[in-house]
């Protein structure tokens, strides 16, 4: 169902303009209780994880060609999974070959630093730097336009930022933003 959702939304893979972006969420294992989804860390084995959380969002990357895909709110296995390598760079990047757009839900990367969250960054500047150095390109909340102070301090290099930025002007692109 969703792979029909998502090739519904996007339209033809092969035109040179997609109708829209569908967007997958929540990457990854979004459970535990609802009102501490901010700070909840899970901690699943790595079968459960395989076999119960990633099937479905494997299926709408490799097979449905999602474009974009929501980081979750929680932590995974002690990091947020914004600044989780292992989910954003080893499997969906890596093992999936996924080449589009992630991006955080709406105040997540504020969750790394924030006295309600994660406590996983001292302030925003590391939380973005966190978030952009695990492929987080885009920023639902007031994190990324600390991006230019994050540079000053050397806290990431324009490297992670300019490779985020080839990845949203390709989908900017590909949507027939920029004709």
């Known amino acids: 169902l969703g792979m029909a959702v998502v090739r519904g939304l996007q339209g033809d893979p092969s035109a040179p303009v997609l109708k829209a972006h569908a967007c997958a969420k ?3 294992v979004h459970s535990g209780p609802e009102p501490s989804r901010h700070r909840f860390d899970v901690d699943v084995s790595e079968r459960d994880l395989r076999e119960t ?3 479905a969002f494997k299926d ?6 999602v474009q974009e895909v929501m980081i979750a709110y929680n932590r995974f296995r ?14 969906l990047r890596g093992e999936w070959g996924y080449g589009g757009l992630v991006m955080s839900d709406c105040w997540a990367i ?6 309600y969250g994660h406590h996983y960054s001292p302030d925003v500047y590391s939380a973005t730097a966190a978030a952009l150095h695990n492929g987080v390109d885009l920023n639902c909340g007031d994190s990324y336009p600390n ?8 806290l990431v290099d324009e490297a992670d930022v300019d490779r985020s930025l080839t990845r949203l002007l390709a989908a900017r692109f590909r949507l027939g933003g920029l004709d």
């Open 110 to 115: 504020a969750d790394f630093y924030r006295d």
């Open 26 to 28: 929540h990457f990854a």
């Open 60 to 65: 709408l990357v490799v097979k449905a060609g």
């Open 147 to 154: 991006i230019p102070e994050t540079v000053r301090r050397g």
């Open 53 to 55: 959380y990633l099937p």
């Open 78 to 91: 002690g990091h947020p999974c914004g600044a989780s390598d292992y989910l954003v760079n080893t499997i």
